[in-house]
């Protein structure tokens, strides 16, 4: 290998100066950025290895200044940053004030969509399309990736139905990995699979296009039986009648680390009329032995410690704290041990709600349904109404997408539907796409919905007990972050009562959720300047605790709500609604919590302390609004 050919790629435009021996070596150069980028910190890298040959072949064949192209989902966008400018910056991806892990329209012009959730590409292109041709654009192509983890998606599905019945010129590649964020499950992927073992289709494919139009046109029933050889042989040999039968023309599948193949087949489709589906195979961790012998624990590895040659990774550093995410995991599966009507459900993240012991040791109550919340939701729903008591673990990101569920099937019927939401406030490094907010507020708003959050480690496991000894549906937030434990005598779970761990004379912290233990810190810190505040764990936020939260609004000259969460709708509002419905003053009461605008991407803890939320913020809080109150008084 000559001169580093990466730093030289400023644009798109730059590759076609390079000939294919080297195009195949600047393919091993963004895998070693990749593995350089992962020894400074965790980010996305099994897919990004996948995907390296697919974006070079892409770029090559159109011009994306100008074409349409989506990336589902965002977080295998690392290849193509490194080629559309941002290789100089790549280093500073998923630092604040950095590259964004997704796409980002803020950074080039060649991301079009911040997509951090799964499925919604087919239907993004297709729209695209549309208003170019609506508004006589001159002819722009359109192209959406999608994994096959992503396919199954209804979303998806509801996209290739309404792209076939427009015709329109629509290029959807599906990067088939065999592997969602854990290995795709269901009807869809066992289809896949047989599609991948049809190595000789496109041959075969091409021979029974040319002798069936050859066989002579008759009438009546011998036509029927021609009709009826011709769909049987062609079920025969190709994998793709599934599309085809949408309205899809299907090519494939194809080796999608073959660039010269892929820049070739492309080429091919690039220009045919109506929609197009390329079915492209790839590695998931293609270049990095360990990565692709183990995608899942490569999706997202801790930092490498030690990097070997050939990109071979000899250690990874791995922390010693437990998460949120463990304590859940035990006291799921501590649930499923005592009570055999108890139900375990993820939506394609067994791993990253940490419930691999349970699929493994409880295979006939564990379903996983791949990245398909609506349907998980509902499901469950299902379950509740035969009896069981099923849990439903799922990012408070992504379970937004089951809304309508949430609300029909669920609160409607009023069903014992126990809900775990992982990443409930800000997640870091993934930035807006993932921060979970908005869930005491979507939640807040259905009758029948218990909303509630763990103030600590130590009311994590009596709370899911509760959750799954309640009549109707219950929801339990927790954050992305390591465990923390007050020390106390811990008051029992009981619904909608709140623990007082401390008053205050001159104030009170009101904590909802995974910002006890901070105000606690705060207030003891408070003392030392002969502050005496108070601290409540609320734990609900429907029903409400009335008694003590509205005794403390009409007592004390401060009361401060403290939430991980969307101040819109969130905790603090809960508490205004409550005290102006009994008549009470709300001029002494302040919210904390996530303001009315998308947060950035950077550390838990940076961003916390930026929006006030930290130690010293809270702090800050209390002695500013305490200086206010005595001003006004005077």
């Not at 630092?95 to 997509?115: A, I, V």
């Not at 008051?491 to 007082?500: F, N, S, T």
Request: glycine share 8%; with cysteine.
């Amino acid at each position: 290998m000559g001169s580093p050919l990466l730093p030289g790629i400023k644009s798109p435009a730059d590759l076609h100066k390079l000939t294919e021996p080297q195009l195949a070596d600047l393919a091993q150069e963004m895998r070693d950025e990749l593995v350089r980028v992962l020894s400074i910190r965790p980010a996305h890298f099994a897919s990004n290895l996948g995907v390296v040959e697919l974006c070079l072949a892409l770029h090559l064949t159109f011009d994306f200044s100008k074409d349409r192209l989506i990336w589902d989902t965002g977080h295998q966008i690392y290849p193509h940053k490194l080629i559309t400018g941002r290789y100089p910056r790549f280093e500073t991806i998923r630092t604040r004030g950095g590259l964004m892990g997704y796409p980002n329209p803020e950074e080039s012009l060649y991301d079009l969509f911040m997509t951090g959730h799964a499925g919604c590409s087919v239907s993004c292109a297709l729209g695209l399309k549309v208003a170019d041709d609506l508004l006589e654009r001159p002819e722009h192509h359109s192209v959406a990736v999608i994994g096959d983890g992503a396919l199954p998606s209804g979303i998806v599905f509801e996209a290739l139905n309404n792209a076939a019945g427009l015709n329109k010129n629509l290029l959807v590649i599906l990067n088939d990995n065999e592997m969602s964020i854990c290995p795709r499950v269901g009807g869809l992927a066992h289809y896949l699979d047989r599609a991948r073992l049809s190595s000789l289709y496109q041959e075969s494919k091409r021979h029974l296009h040319n002798m069936l139009a050859r066989v002579p046109l008759v009438g009546g029933m011998a036509n029927q039986a021609i009709d009826q050889v011709r769909d049987g042989i062609k079920a025969t040999l190709t994998g793709g009648m599934l599309f085809e039968e949408f309205g899809f023309r299907y090519v494939g599948p194809i080796d999608g680390h073959d660039l010269p193949t892929l820049r070739s087949w492309l080429s091919q489709v690039k220009d045919q009329k109506g929609p197009v589906l390329l079915h492209v195979l790839t590695v998931k961790g293609h270049g990095v032995p360990q990565a692709s012998e183990d995608p899942v624990t490569f999706h997202t590895p801790p930092v490498f410690e030690k990097v070997g040659p050939e990109r071979t990774i000899v250690s990874l550093k791995r922390g010693g704290s437990k998460a949120y995410t463990d304590a859940a995991s035990s006291a799921i599966y501590q649930t499923l041990q005592e009570n055999p009507r108890v139900a375990a459900i993820t939506a394609a993240m067994c791993q990253g709600n940490k419930l691999e012991k349970v699929r493994t040791d409880f295979p006939d109550r564990f379903f996983d349904t791949g990245i398909c919340e609506s349907h998980a939701v509902a499901f469950a729903a299902g379950l509740a109404k035969s009896g069981m008591r099923p849990i439903v673990a799922i990012y408070s990101t992504f379970l937004q997408r089951s809304y309508d569920q949430l609300f029909q099937e669920v609160a409607l019927q009023n069903l014992p539907v126990t809900f775990c939401l992982d990443r409930a406030g800000l997640t870091g490094p993934d930035g807006p796409t993932h921060h979970g907010v908005f869930d005491t507020t979507y939640l807040r708003v259905f009758p029948n919905f218990v909303v509630m959050a763990p103030g600590d480690e130590l009311d994590m496991a009596p709370m899911l007990r509760f959750g799954l000894s309640h009549p109707g549906p219950v929801s339990m937030r927790y954050p992305k972050a390591n465990l923390e434990k007050v020390e106390r005598s811990v008051a029992p779970i009981e619904l909608g009562q709140a623990e007082v761990h401390e008053w205050g004379t001159d104030g009170i912290l009101i904590a909802y959720g995974s910002l006890f233990p901070t105000c606690v810190k705060a207030a003891q810190r408070l003392r030392q300047d002969e502050l005496d505040i108070g601290v409540i764990n609320a734990r609900f936020a429907k029903p409400l605790d009335r008694q003590t939260l509205l005794r403390a609004v009409e007592e004390l000259p401060l009361v401060i709500t403290v939430e991980e969460g969307a101040l819109e709708g969130g905790f603090g509002s809960a508490l205004l609604e409550a005290a102006n419905s009994a008549g009470l003053n709300t001029s002494h009461i302040t919210r904390l919590g996530i303001p009315d605008r998308f947060i950035e991407h950077g550390e838990r803890a940076e961003l916390l302390a930026d929006l006030g939320l930290d130690l010293d913020g809270i702090c800050q809080t209390v002695r500013s609004t305490l200086g206010r109150t005595v001003e006004n008084s005077v």
